[in-house]
Nanobody, 122 residues
Framework: QVQLVESGGGLVQAGDSLRLSCAAS????????VGWFRQAPGKERELVGG???????VYADSVKGRCAISRDNAKNTMYLQMNSLKPEDTAVYYC????????????????WGKGTLVTVSS
């Protein structure tokens, strides 16, 4: 059974930093493109960014320069380091894994985590 478990969310103030983790089990982690999505209240789920099998990272324009995504295949874990957080970063953050698609389109995602809430106060 595949599981993606996010951790590290919480309440922070604007300008703070936060690191989220995604622990994967039940799959050969190194063979998956993995990424982070987020969904704010009343909005659609959107891509934050991802790291492909070869280590290439992609980011949404809204977080470029403020976020860094990395993976540790030995630990079956992916990380999202977020800096200079803004109130508009408030959302539930989801971990996602795709076996065949490196574009991080939601339709290409094979597995989703249940999410972790990040709240940024002003």
């Amino acid at each position: 059974q595949v599981q993606l478990v996010e951790s590290g969310g919480g309440l922070v103030q604007a300008g703070d930093s936060l690191r989220l983790s995604c622990a994967a089990s039940g799959l050969t982690f190194s063979r998956y493109h993995v990424g982070w999505f987020r969904q704010a209240p009343g909005k659609e789920r959107e891509l934050v960014g991802g790291v492909r099998i070869g280590g290439i990272t992609v980011y949404a324009d809204s977080v470029k320069g403020r976020c860094a995504i990395s993976r540790d295949n030995a630990k079956n874990t992916m990380y999202l380091q977020m800096n200079s957080l803004k109130p508009e970063d408030t959302a539930v953050y989801y971990c996602a894994a795709s076996f065949g698609s490196s574009t991080f389109s939601p339709r290409g995602i094979d597995y989703w985590g249940k999410g972790t809430l990040v709240t940024v106060s002003s």
